[in-house]
């Protein structure tokens, strides 16, 4: 399903031409790369060569989802949403509740404020869409320390969106997962090579690879427990993980702090965000499917 194509008149017939997607995918269910390795993946693409999606791209693709769930007469489903923008419309809202109420987990990523991208909205994960959409599980990331991932690493700078909307963190630095590179040599330090030769695996950061982490691991829960609702998903999420809460910010305030210009407004988002993190084991060792919400 290629929707992106259809817009902008395009001949890709779903073929990834940047890897982002493709590195999702492989940590979703990825052989070798991926949490859930035995899942079924359906590719959509909705982002064109340079990472944008439109309404219309994104919208297609989640009736292309429900359609293709409804053809396959599947049991379950879990749509990952690895993008983010400050805006949503009614029409992208109607979709994501479509999508939902044919019974398909949606997971997001809360967005990166790399380089102040999300500065204006003062890192708040509930005006982050999709994922501030009530019903779509959001998704936070975390460093190598099991830290917020806010902070300069390698010389780049990853700001993850936090903030009460936030269901989830899970790991967002450094992840290894596939790429579109063919056997050509490595020039790149974020490849991953073998004598010299990328192997068509790369490493990636930020708030995507987060998201892709949890939607595997949801699979691996829908296996288990196929009847387990949406809402009792974003409960397990928030209140049955090891790590309880992510409440380490020594780094994050101490990066604050050099940059003054970023305190405004958004110390009392790190106040709300007292989510768990995740670790694929938490959801894979359920062996009770009965939620108890109420807890």
Excluded: W
Aim: proline share 2%; charged share 15%.
């Amino acid at each position: 399903c290629d929707p992106i194509d259809k817009i902008y008149h395009q001949s890709q017939a779903g073929r990834d031409c940047e890897g982002h997607g493709t590195h999702v995918a492989g940590l979703v269910g990825g052989n070798g790369t991926g949490v859930a390795s035995g899942v079924t993946l359906f590719s959509v693409r909705i982002l064109n060569c340079g990472l944008i999606a439109t309404e219309a791209s994104l919208i297609q693709g989640l009736v292309c989802v429900v359609n293709h769930r409804q053809e396959r007469n599947a049991t379950r489903a879990v749509i990952n949403l690895s993008i983010a923008g400050l805006h949503t419309t009614s029409s992208i809202n109607k979709a994501l509740q479509l999508a939902l109420d044919n019974s398909i987990i949606i997971t997001a990523s809360s967005g990166n404020g790399r380089n102040g991208l999300f500065r204006s909205i003062h890192y708040d994960s509930c005006k982050v869409y999709p994922a501030g959409y009530p019903g779509v599980i959001s998704v936070g990331a975390t460093d190598i320390r099991d830290n917020v991932l806010m902070g300069e690493f390698d010389g780049r700078t990853y700001l993850t969106n936090i903030g009460a909307c936030l269901d989830v963190f899970a790991p967002g630095y450094n992840i290894l997962s596939s790429d579109i590179c063919s056997m050509m040599p490595c020039h790149d330090a974020n490849q991953d090579c073998e004598d010299g030769v990328s192997v068509c695996r790369r490493f990636r950061s930020g708030t995507s690879q987060s998201a892709a982490v949890v939607s595997g691991a949801i699979a691996l829960l829908l296996e288990k427990c196929p009847e387990v609702t949406n809402k009792e998903v974003k409960h397990l999420l928030r209140h049955s993980l090891s790590i309880s809460k992510v409440v380490s910010y020594k780094e994050a305030l101490r990066y604050l702090m050099k940059n003054p210009s970023l305190l405004y407004g958004i110390l009392d988002t790190f106040i709300q965000t007292t989510r768990g993190l995740l670790y694929v084991g938490d959801l894979a060792s359920i062996t009770n499917c009965t939620v108890d919400i109420q807890h």
